[in-house]
């Protein structure tokens, strides 16, 4: 009974104090120690979600919105920075997105061998030139990795060789972060 909350009261605990480090943006005369005398756990959290919530104010008017194109312009300008931005926002758009279809449904998929079963996320089809050299009904799958799910695997299967699960995607996700100890019902 003790254990989740130490543990829920360290990771707050750490994000706050990661979120204080938004302080060091602002001139020493104007961080808290120069004010009050002293640190002030939490103020830098407060700073932090002011500036995301008035990120959030400008990017949603008519203004913010061509301030966001211009940027996004720059940025595909410049070579290097230009595949990465492109690629990290590809996938934040698809995972991020309000339709919800980064991950359509959970199945059942063998890996990394046969005999070992794991739980992966159907992202759809295999497409363009892959298409092409792929013979039969394939689909594609996302198979996370224990317990941070960012990370994984990426796999074209046979239709055949993939278990449909009657199991919503967020019950497969507490089962994989749980690393299998909170079992869907």
């Not at 640190?39 to 203004?63: Q, S």
């Not at 300008?77 to 926002?89: D, F, G, N």
Request: hydrophobic residues 50%; aromatic residues 12%; positive net charge.
């Amino acid at each position: 009974m003790l254990v989740p909350l130490f543990i829920t009261a360290w990771v707050l605990s750490s994000i706050i104090g990661m979120m204080d480090q938004s302080l060091f943006l602002l001139p020493e005369e104007w961080r808290p120690k120069a004010i009050f005398g002293r640190d002030v756990r939490g103020l830098g959290a407060v700073l932090t979600l002011l500036i995301i919530f008035v990120t959030g104010l400008i990017a949603t008017n008519f203004f913010g919105k061509k301030l966001i194109l211009l940027w996004e312009y720059l940025l595909t300008r410049v070579p290097v920075v230009k595949s990465i931005y492109a690629s990290v926002k590809q996938v934040s758009d698809t995972l991020f997105s309000d339709s919800g279809n980064a991950f359509r449904r959970a199945v059942l998929v063998q890996f990394p061998r046969q005999g070992a079963w794991t739980i992966a996320f159907v992202t759809g089809k295999p497409g363009g030139d892959v298409a092409n050299h792929l013979q039969g009904d394939f689909i594609s799958v996302y198979v996370p990795t224990t317990p941070n799910p960012t990370g994984g695997y990426f796999l074209m299967l046979p239709r055949t060789e993939v278990v449909e699960l009657n199991m919503s995607v967020d019950e497969a996700l507490k089962y994989i972060i749980s690393m299998g100890v909170v079992a869907p019902k």
